[in-house]
Antibody, heavy 120, light 106 residues
């Protein structure tokens, strides 16, 4: 069974940094493209970024609101995905979901999410 | 950036009725469109991918159609567990989501 478990969320002051982790199991993590999606309280879904597998170049793409501030990385030896978030703003407050990009290119399955709260 | 616009924002129907949700893209996304369902307190789950293909385990009452810029998610006969928020998503150019349609019990 595929499992994605996010951790690292919490309360941080604006301008600060936080690193989220996503522990993956139940599939060959090294072959998977991974992505983060966030959801502000009571709001819709917003794509954050994607990292390809290292065999596909390991490259990253980011949404405009986080580009230059957020960095995705992966450690295939630990089956873990990371999201390094710097220069955090109050508008970054959200539940952050770690998701596998399936073989058809879609987001499935999703982790349970971790809440990041940025205070002013 | 491709903008997806969903309508209506809220849809009020009764169990057993047919639900039709729309998603319009600001430019063609071919068939690179998916639909997700999100229930309160839960992560979203994939329902439909490539515009019209049901994901694993999704009941046949869910169907998707469309291509280019106009897409539809249809639920043929609503079950109580179908009342949720539905999002469309494109992957033609990176990724983006629509703002969601809340399907509520009338």
């Amino acid at each position: 069974e595929v499992q994605l478990v996010e951790s690292g969320g919490g309360l941080v002051t604006g301008g600060g940094s936080l690193r989220l982790s996503c522990a993956a199991s139940g599939f060959t993590f090294s072959n998977a493209w991974m992505t983060w999606v966030r959801q502000a309280p009571g709001k819709g879904l917003e794509w954050v970024g994607r990292i390809k597998s290292n065999t596909d170049g390991g490259t990253t793409d980011y949404a405009a609101p986080v580009k230059g501030r957020f960095t995705m990385s992966r450690d295939d030896s630990k089956n873990t995905l990371y999201l390094e978030m710097n220069s955090l703003k109050t508008e970054d407050t959200a539940v952050y979901y770690c998701i596998t990009v399936d073989r058809y290119g879609w987001f499935d399955p999703w982790g349970q999410g971790t809440l990041v709260t940025v205070s002013s | 950036e491709i903008v997806l616009t969903q309508s209506p924002a809220t849809l009020s129907l009764s169990p057993g009725e047919r639900a039709t949700l729309s998603c319009r893209a600001s430019q063609s996304v071919s068939s690179y469109l998916a639909w997700y369902q999100q229930k309160p307190g839960q992560a979203p789950r994939l329902l439909i991918y490539d515009a019209s293909n049901r994901a694993t385990g999704i009941p046949a009452r869910f169907s998707g159609s469309g291509s280019g810029t106009d897409f539809t998610l249809t639920i043929s006969s609503l079950e109580p567990e179908d009342f949720a928020v539905y999002y469309c998503q494109q992957r033609s150019t990176l990724y983006s989501f629509g703002q969601g349609t809340k399907l509520e019990i009338k």
